[in-house]
T-cell receptor
């Protein structure tokens, strides 16, 4: 089925460990995004990539890096995990249309716990 | 000030009721708007887009008021399956801004 695929679905890290969250979409969308969702905080943008070859910081980029590997793939890296990064991470993609856009398609999320 | 603000609820309504949520946005340059539905421990899914004067899809109606900078979602004849969190989203300059969501509980 077409959509956004995220891996892994669950992960437990120790403080200071690193990991990369993978995201791939097969809808030929130009734009891809990484969000985190915490209780009471809603979805907060970490990084986004408006098109292949570009990346920009969102609202909460500290402690994260991203790579837009090609049009399909956008990865999120935690270099040195901290307990404050315990969250649910969502990848999304979208295709911008004239005067706006057609909305997001989300991946199913990665539940990350840092102990 | 948050870009998009919503009443967190919860809204507790009986089956068959009509319920409405409002959402305000701070950036008057926002180009388009959406309502998403999120079930517990699941990803958000697009419910409706709201591009200009409003949009209707079955029991769901979304309205946009640019002068007052708010959008609304009306759900008629509520079903148990409508229980979820509803997220309001504003788009501008390649970014989507999400509200924190409004929780709806539909009771038998």
């Amino acid at each position: 089925n077409a959509g956004v695929t995220q891996t892994p679905k669950f992960q437990v890290l120790k403080t200071g460990q690193s990991m990369t969250l993978q995201c791939a979409q097969d809808m030929n969308h130009n734009s891809m995004y990484w969000y985190r969702q915490d209780p009471g905080m809603g979805l907060r943008l970490i990084y986004y990539s408006a098109s292949e070859g570009t990346t920009d910081k969102g609202e909460v980029p500290n402690g994260y890096n991203v790579s837009r590997l090609n049009k399909r793939e956008f990865s999120l890296r935690l270099e040195s995990a901290a307990p404050s990064q315990t969250s649910v991470y969502f990848c999304a993609s979208s295709e911008a249309g004239p005067g706006g856009t057609y909305g997001y398609t989300f991946g199913s999320g990665t539940r990350l716990t840092v102990v | 000030r948050k870009e998009v603000e919503q009443d967190p609820g919860p809204f507790n309504v009986p089956e068959g009721a009509t319920v409405a949520f409002n959402c305000t946005y701070s950036n008057s340059a926002s180009q388009s708007f959406f309502w998403y539905r999120q079930d517990c421990r699941k990803e958000p899914k697009l419910l409706m887009s709201v591009y200009s004067s409003g949009n209707e899809d079955g029991r769901f109606t979304a309205q946009l008021n640019r002068a007052s900078q708010y959008i609304s979602l009306l759900i008629r004849d509520s079903k148990l399956s409508d229980s979820a969190t509803y997220l309001c989203v504003a788009y501008n300059f390649n970014k989507f801004y999400f509200g924190s969501g409004t929780k709806l509980n539909v009771k038998p």
